[in-house]
């Protein structure tokens, strides 16, 4: 698969709770790849946690993070990538992703929420009724994840391993066959 891949970078969307890093650590290893989180990257960079920056900074200031190091990622290959749930929102960002195979994971309301619900991390939930939240930033967000080159749809049943296995599966038909000379 990787030759198939030819060290072009898998990007992970979709919303937060969707289990793009659990996911992408088992693509990058199944791959022979790196493993990246933006989130992680942003965290170590500014010493500071995802809700500290949106406190502190705002969510246009972390959005902007968010770009830059994905700017910078892009110049790399053999990378799959877990991204935050709300890098599709800036255009800029889908020149970037472009590099690379974009693969969304998408998950239903219930199922985000089941796994987030206790997670007080999150800054976008910090909301009387999250779960309402949720449901806003997936309607909104949707026509953008659709733009992905892949849609893998999962259900509660759904193991990291089988969502890994499944995109693997995935991956050649949305890639042009290679001419040979």
Request: hydrophobic content about 40%.
């Amino acid at each position: 698969m990787s030759s198939l891949l030819q060290g072009v970078n898998l990007y992970l969307i979709g919303m937060m709770g969707a289990g793009k890093t659990t996911v992408g650590q088992l693509l990058a290893e199944h791959l022979g790849y790196r493993f990246l989180d933006t989130d992680d990257v942003i965290t170590k960079s500014s010493a500071r946690s995802i809700n500290q920056l949106f406190v502190e900074e705002g969510e246009a200031a972390f959005r902007q993070l968010e770009s830059d190091v994905l700017a910078q990622v892009c110049a790399y290959t053999h990378l799959t990538v877990a991204t935050g749930g709300g890098i599709v929102l800036r255009q800029k960002n889908w020149g970037y992703l472009r590099h690379g195979l974009v693969v969304w994971l998408d998950v239903p309301v219930d199922l985000l929420y089941t796994r987030i619900a206790a997670d007080t991390t999150r800054p976008l939930l910090q909301y009387p009724d999250p779960k309402g939240k949720l449901r806003s930033l997936l309607e909104e967000r949707t026509p953008l994840y659709s733009q992905a080159d892949l849609k893998i749809t999962l259900t509660e049943e759904a193991t990291p391993p089988e969502i890994a296995n499944r995109v693997i599966e995935a991956i050649p038909s949305v890639l042009k066959p290679q001419v040979s000379p």
